[in-house]
């Protein structure tokens, strides 16, 4: 495993990581949480102490894990200044402290209570230095075919008399693209093909792979455009709402796959939200008057200023330009001209956010959509972050949705579309709000 940024690592280094090394918990094949390093845990102190047990587990280089060196890992994954993304969600996180060789605790300022999934998380993985690996479940070695075969890690608590681990446990693993990937799978070189998102879905139909083996996470998180640039015409909420309503977002979804569930709250539920989503005044127009309602808005500022210009930022591949048409299209139709850029493009209006949720805290949603939010969304993220209790958390995040829904600053599309290609034989997957797949989960008879 590369020595590298961990805000930086890409779908197949999220799942080499998450297979070379746990963190104190992991997600299981449903994306519900199981022991990791940690084979037991306490919630105290009314949610604001987790109190963990590590089982009996050894690093790569067979040195046993100990409580000390694993509390210096985790203070330094949830530092301010680790680089890690999920560090800003983390930040009620007082003090890591070893309380014996086999027990830590996690002390809180703030109750959490999904502090669990975000530990699970691969950017959670405890990882040393040297080697640079962390305890399993697999150990690795680079074959010669730029593949990495994962073999289990020895389990210290192992019957002598077992004979341990069957050849058909490892696991070949590639990182490719997509292309190559769902070719491999096609001609049965490969038992799964995971990470897939809008960008290369149309690749996955035009292989022709059988629908048995094609598998939709009912995925968990955001999808939609962020407003990057408040200027022009964005500058005002109210044309920011023309462009919100212009979608057909019926027919997008369609256009990719019945399987792509759409929506237009940011969030997708109420969550720890005291309220229901908040509904967008746009979202209140009737359908069938919502393009001619965004045509007045348009027409209104032509007449002033000329047409109106808007750059998008939209992902790569046959899946983007698919989103590409449709997008345009809805934009030409009131009058505005759209101009697509890559999505690393310093100087773009719209900016698409496709994220998967580490964790189901309404503030998440709101806080990845806050890209150029006003004044007030801001604080009321940031007094949701702070809150004392849960309640008053509740209370913040439900002002904070509001704003964000009157400041028109994200407009949302759908839940993110992420797909897999399964072979029947790897009968343990399955398909999970978090889309997360571990490698050490897929066969029925894999512990």
């Known amino acids: ?205 035009a292989a022709g792979a059988g629908p048995a083996n094609v598998r939709i996470d009912p995925a968990a998180g955001l999808a939609g455009l962020a407003v990057a640039r408040r200027t022009g015409f964005l500058a005002d909420p109210a044309h920011r709402a023309a462009l919100a309503q212009a979608f057909d977002r019926a027919d997008i979804g369609t256009g990719v796959s019945p399987d792509w569930t759409m929506r237009e709250t940011i969030l997708p539920e109420q969550l720890d939200s005291a309220t229901a989503p908040a509904l967008p005044a746009w979202s209140l127009v009737a359908p069938d008057q919502r393009v001619a309602a965004a045509q007045a808005q348009v027409a209104a500022w032509r007449a002033a200023n000329g047409v109106p210009s808007v750059t998008v930022a939209l992902p790569g591949g046959p899946g983007g330009t698919l989103l590409w048409g449709r997008i345009a299209r809805d934009l030409f139709a009131i009058g505005i001209r759209p101009v697509r850029v890559p999505l690393d493009a310093p100087d773009a209006d719209l900016i698409w956010i496709d994220r998967v949720a580490p964790y189901d805290s309404a503030r998440w949603y709101l806080a990845e959509a806050c890209v150029a939010c006003s004044d007030a969304a801001r604080a009321a993220i940031e007094a949701a972050r702070v809150a004392p209790t849960l309640d008053d958390r509740a209370r913040a995040i439900a002002a904070a949705d509001t704003a964000m829904a009157a400041d028109v600053a994200f407009i949302p599309f759908a839940r993110p579309f992420r797909w897999s290609l399964v072979a029947l034989r790897l009968r343990q997957w399955q398909g999970n709000a978090r889309a997360w797949h571990p490698l050490n989960r897929l066969r029925a008879d894999t512990n």
């Open 1 to 205: 495993m590369a020595a590298r940024d961990r805000a930086a690592l890409s779908a197949p280094d999220r799942l080499l990581t998450d297979s070379l090394a746990e963190g104190l918990v992991r997600f299981d094949a449903a994306g519900q949480i199981e022991p990791g390093i940690a084979e037991r845990w306490i919630v105290t102190d009314n949610g604001m102490s987790y109190i963990f047990r590590l089982r009996r587990a050894q690093w790569a280089d067979g040195a046993p894990v100990r409580a000390a060196e694993v509390v210096a890992l985790l203070r330094r994954q949830t530092s301010a200044t680790s680089g890690n993304p999920l560090a800003p969600y983390l930040s009620a996180i007082t003090g890591i402290v070893e309380m014996t060789p086999e027990v830590i605790e996690v002390e809180l300022s703030r109750p959490r209570p999904d502090l669990l999934k975000l530990f699970a998380q691969p950017e959670m993985a405890l990882v040393r230095a040297r080697p640079r690996a962390g305890a399993g479940p697999f150990r690795s070695r680079t074959l010669g075919d730029d593949a990495i075969l994962l073999t289990p890690a020895p389990d210290p608590d192992r019957d002598p008399d077992d004979d341990g681990p069957a050849p058909e446990d490892n696991v070949r693993l590639r990182g490719e693209r997509a292309a190559t990937a769902i070719l491999r799978f096609v001609e049965r070189s490969s038992d799964m093909v995971t990470g897939g998102t809008l960008s290369d879905w149309p690749l996955v139909q």
